[in-house]
């Protein structure tokens, strides 16, 4: 359904200035002011949070979305890069390596992520380095990338698991079924207990002409989730 903005800003104004001291509100409120292409109401509440004292990096990078968001991408680089090397939050790096990849810059982007992964030991960063390196033509030190992500239990299944629904898709043309599959068996080894680990992993063994093995993965995840419809099918 279509979102009132201006009904979810008056509500976060407001908020906002009974729980002055409560930064995530300003933040949502700068981020909701960008999204609705009000960039210069954005910047007043930057500015604002400034003078009070409470910038941040994590300020920064709500205002770097705003920036990005507004196709104003050196603006916002500008604003990440001082906390390259600095910063412990995984969101400037991803964000700034973003940036630099909107701007044609892959090389700096990989590095970016490196430095971020160093600094701030989030493996959820290297499913940003595996596409940077893709869009580097380095398929390769991608999949290693994604190898790495997929072997920590500290990332998301579910961004492990829109990763599975690209690569199981008809556009994939960078990985074999066979990196495909050593992805989905780090599935059910970091993930034992999600249905949808099996399911995957099903559906890349069937993929592979490998009946009884897929049958197999499809029933254990009928067994863990008995409403699990994907797997019945």
Do not use: C
């Not at 995530?24 to 292409?37: H, K, Q």
């Not at 949070?49 to 770097?64: P, Q």
């Not at 890349?204 to 419809?229: D, H, Y």
Request: glycine share 6%; no cysteine; proline share 3%.
């Amino acid at each position: 359904s279509k979102k009132d903005w201006p009904k979810v800003i008056d509500i976060l104004s407001t908020m906002r200035e009974r729980y002055p001291t409560v930064t995530g509100l300003s933040r949502d409120l700068l981020t909701t002011m960008g999204s609705t292409g009000n960039l210069e109401g954005a910047l007043k509440i930057y500015e604002e949070e400034k003078d009070k004292g409470l910038h941040s990096d994590t300020l920064d990078v709500a205002l770097s979305d705003v920036y990005f968001h507004t196709t104003k991408i050196k603006e916002g680089i500008a604003l990440l890069e001082p906390w390259r090397g600095k910063s412990s939050l995984s969101n400037v790096y991803g964000r700034l390596a973003y940036g630099y990849l909107e701007d044609g810059k892959t090389k700096t982007a990989i590095a970016v992520l490196e430095q971020g992964i160093a600094k701030t030991n989030d493996a959820s960063l290297y499913l940003d380095l595996a596409d940077a390196y893709k869009i580097d033509g380095k398929s390769k030190l991608s999949f290693e990338a994604l190898r790495n992500a997929f072997k920590s239990d500290k990332v998301d299944f579910v961004h492990k698991y829109r990763v599975m629904l690209d690569l199981l898709g008809p556009n994939n043309k960078t990985f074999s079924l066979d990196q495909v599959q050593s992805l989905a068996n780090e599935l059910t080894l970091v993930h034992p207990r999600i249905a949808e680990s099996y399911i995957l992993k099903g559906e890349v063994l069937w993929k592979r002409n490998n009946a009884s093995e897929a049958r197999s993965m499809f029933l254990t995840a009928v067994g863990m989730a008995p409403n699990q419809i994907d797997a019945w099918r």
